[in-house]
């Protein structure tokens, strides 16, 4: 038996209310509890949004925490070394991370079961035979450019590339965990288990007579990430071997990778993107400034929590829809548009109005960055109101379109946080991110059009649904 929203309603309210409640709950029922794949992946999504909203409740209290701890310079300081690390550890995937979501489904479509065993286990070792490297290689690039490095921030560098082969790895697991509708097992850890082991161990560290400064908090992420991931893989595999019995096993390196690649330019341009304005504050101005600036992106994150959520939920849909069923693609992607913003707009007026307070939390210093927040959400709104259009289009082979739109976004952000920042400071970088985003929706939502006949705009989308 089933749950029914519709049907609840029926027996549990009068039948005045029920009346009218039931179109909307059907509505609901439709897109959450029927068992075909749309459903899959409307629960998919609510439990990606649901883990979301309270990662940003942890990760708000441990920011907070961490501000008060260390002070704003100290948390400065840790706050650039660890975005880097989320950054390049994401990118040390070369893209695997998220091919797999594309060609697991095709497999097991497909019945091509010694594909699918393959592409499971190449893929965990390349990623961390790759971000091991990476990481090697990164330690030794801080070391010969420590002269043209400030000096506070050669050390917490240093150790933070000990994180990396964990933050690869634990994306990597994460969309495998994706390719096979395992929402728990894929956002859980990184998203609600590893900030609270940074909290736990960071409080455990400074109760035992460390300094309360960002080498610490460093160490503390290191054991966070290395205790998190060896736990998601440990459940990862058991469930992936339960479910693939042993045979043979093919490997396709070769196009593994040629198709990872663009992905993995996509995936960069993109997590650049998001990240790249506090990496900018972070090469123009103090670590005070990057601290405020951080403490004011992460209170707009309950907005972009909305988009990944949905992300995350009908990416591995539009891969399998991608595949003879065009018709049933374009009805599906247009009615992610208004998953995605209705939400989006709803979470932007409530930090809006939250903001302020949320911000003294961290500290009186922070609230300089509640200004900002008007203008950074209107770029969140704007990239809400097309969907995941780079989900759509690297799922659909456009991969490399979708690569030269970010690099063009990318570069645009780049430019004008360089030509911004030294003249309005957090403002310039505020400025430059937002017009990225709306730059970056609009190219988006132009090239899906023109690649695949689809529209992924909100009031359009909605225009079509009623016609």
Not at 136 to 164: D, K, M, Q, R, T
Not at 448 to 458: A, C, H, Q
Request: glycine share 8%; proline share 4%.
């Amino acid at each position: 038996m089933r749950f029914s929203a519709a049907t609840t309603a029926g027996r549990l309210l009068p039948q005045r209310w029920a009346l009218r409640v039931n179109p909307l709950l059907g509505r609901i029922d439709a897109v959450l509890f029927t068992a075909d794949e749309r459903g899959e992946a409307g629960r998919m999504s609510l439990i990606a949004f649901a883990i979301r909203i309270i990662s940003a409740v942890i990760a708000f209290v441990s920011q907070v925490l961490m501000a008060r701890w260390m002070g704003s310079f100290e948390y400065g300081i840790f706050v650039l070394v660890w975005v880097t690390m989320v950054i390049v550890g994401n990118l040390a995937c070369l893209g695997f991370h998220t091919s797999v979501i594309r060609f697991i489904p095709e497999y097991r479509e497909r019945g091509l079961l010694a594909e699918l065993r393959g592409i499971v286990v190449a893929s965990r070792l390349f990623v961390l035979v790759a971000s091991t490297a990476i990481a090697g290689l990164g330690a030794l690039g801080v070391w010969l450019f420590s002269p043209w490095i400030e000096n506070y921030y050669v050390v917490p560098f240093i150790l933070g590339v000990i994180c990396l082969p964990m933050i690869a790895l634990g994306d990597l697991l994460q969309g495998l965990a994706r390719a096979n509708s395992w929402a728990l097992f894929a956002l859980s850890p990184t998203y609600l288990v590893r900030p609270v082991l940074i909290l736990v161990f960071m409080a455990l560290m400074l109760a035992a007579g460390y300094a309360p400064d960002a080498r610490t908090a460093i160490f503390a992420s290191i054991a966070a990430s290395y205790a998190t991931t060896i736990g998601q893989f440990m459940g990862v595999t058991a469930r992936i071997d339960r479910k693939l019995v042993p045979g043979p096993m093919k490997v396709h390196f070769t196009r593994w990778f040629m198709v990872s690649l663009p992905i993995f330019l996509v995936e960069s341009f993109f997590f650049l993107l998001t990240n790249s304005d506090v990496l900018m504050v972070g090469a123009y101005l103090d670590p005070d400034d990057v601290a405020v600036y951080f403490a004011t992106v992460k209170t707009l994150a309950l907005v972009h929590f909305v988009y990944f959520a949905v992300k995350a939920g009908v990416a591995q849909r539009y891969a399998q829809f991608t595949h003879g069923e065009p018709d049933r693609l374009a009805a599906f992607a247009r009615e992610t548009v208004s998953w995605t913003f209705w939400p989006s707009l709803l979470m932007a007026l409530l930090v809006l109005a939250l903001g302020q307070p949320m911000l003294v939390l961290f500290g009186p210093e922070f609230t300089a960055g509640y200004p900002l927040l008007f203008l950074l959400v209107f770029g969140v709104v704007a990239r809400a109101a097309v969907g995941p259009c780079e989900s759509l289009l690297t799922m659909s082979g456009n991969q490399n379109i979708c690569a030269a739109v970010y690099a063009m976004t990318l570069a645009f952000n780049i430019g004008l946080n360089v030509v911004l920042i030294p003249f309005f400071h957090l403002w310039g970088a505020a400025i430059a991110t937002s017009l990225a985003m709306v730059f970056e929706a609009s190219a988006l939502t132009f090239t899906v059009w023109r690649k695949l006949g689809i529209v992924m705009l909100i009031f359009a989308t909605a225009r079509k649904g009623n016609a």
